[in-house]
């Protein structure tokens, strides 16, 4: 059979999407690297510009004796730049306004740091501090009966964060005021409880009860999910576009940081300045992060469109694969099964 001139045969439309899909991974490959350590690094920058700027802030305050105003300033310089001598600062704001739990968390981790430094006289200052702070903290306990602490999957959560069972029945350093228990096992009903802790060198109880009974609605029966091919192409292309977004973010916050050269002298900025700085960090910030968060998903993506067993495989097995894909604190998780 004779192909008309100028019609494009599937083999041939084939080869032409994989040559395009083979220059456009050539692409990526190059410029990816460029655009998230060119955004990483002009984020550190400004972000060490803007501690400075708030850690000055903030002692000024302190001299004022304006603790209260003082303490969120120096919070965000440790949160921009956590260098020991911020973080000291902080932690003896915090015992001003009477955060000593906070406060004492922070001088141990400045003597923590500055033994790592070898920083003697400082961790020796720092030591210090957390010694007479030690008696003065307000504790929780939580009580776990035998019986609970038995039951599967158990956790007591705290105030949004989970209690290692190391702590419970331990008294914990907490600062003063309300807080928040919840205990959960699979197959019982959660129980929660709201206390308040006093002032200095109190300690609050919390009794945990008996759990009542629950039903486990999960079912061990529950069909594995299917379609990882086609969800290895919807990550993927969501990875794809948070990297032209973060790509488009990160040349506009490189732009915008030029434009701040005109009001700026050094690191001297008029009004207008600044706000075009923080501006600029601001969008340094969100593209590093979804930069990385797009690369991530892409090669999820990938992976999860890879692995895919073909329809004789997952015959075969009698399983087809059942992935699932979720954020870890360290970039992307996947779960499955063949």
């Not at 708030?54 to 310089?77: T, V």
């Not at 001003?96 to 739990?101: C, D, N, S």
């Not at 008029?270 to 968060?293: K, N």
């Not at 075969?316 to 998780?333: D, F, Q, Y």
Request: one cysteine or more.
């Amino acid at each position: 059979m004779t192909v008309p001139t100028g019609t494009v045969t599937p083999v041939v439309a084939m080869t032409r999407a994989r040559q395009a899909a083979r220059l456009s991974c050539q692409w990526l490959a190059a410029t990816l690297p460029v655009l998230f350590f060119s955004s990483a690094t002009l984020a550190q920058d400004l972000e060490a510009r803007n501690a400075e700027a708030a850690f000055k802030e903030g002692m000024a305050l302190m001299k004022q004796g304006d603790y209260e105003r003082a303490c969120p300033r120096l919070e965000d310089s440790v949160r921009l730049d956590p260098a020991m001598a911020a973080t000291y600062r902080w932690a003896e704001c915090l015992e001003r306004i009477g955060q000593l739990t906070k406060a004492w968390r922070q001088f141990t981790a400045v003597a923590r740091l500055a033994h790592v430094a070898g920083m003697t006289e400082r961790e020796q200052r720092a030591l210090e501090r957390v010694a007479t702070l030690e008696p003065r903290l307000p504790r929780l306990v939580i009580t776990v009966p035998d019986e609970v602490a038995a039951l599967p999957n158990l956790r007591i959560v705290h105030n949004g964060k989970v209690v290692p069972p190391e702590e419970w029945t331990e008294p914990i350093a907490v600062d003063h005021g309300s807080h928040e228990v919840t205990v959960i096992a699979r197959g019982k009903e959660p129980w929660s409880t709201e206390v308040v802790v006093g002032l200095e060198g109190t300690t609050t109880i919390v009794e945990v009860p008996l759990l009542g009974g629950g039903s486990d609605t999960r079912s061990s029966d529950d069909p594995p999910g299917n379609g990882q091919v086609i969800a290895g192409v919807v990550v993927a292309s969501v990875g794809a576009i948070a990297l032209g977004i973060g790509s488009g973010l990160a040349i506009a916050a490189k732009s915008s940081y030029d434009d701040s050269e005109d009001h700026c002298l050094a690191n001297s900025c008029d009004p207008e300045g600044l706000d075009i700085r923080d501006s600029a960090i601001g969008q340094a910030d969100i593209a590093t992060v979804i930069l990385a968060v797009g690369g991530a998903t892409l090669v999820g993506g990938g992976i999860l469109w890879l692995t895919a067993p073909d329809d004789e495989s997952a015959s075969e097995s009698g399983k087809s694969g059942a992935w699932t894909v979720g954020l870890a604190p360290m970039g992307l998780s996947l779960r499955g099964a063949w």
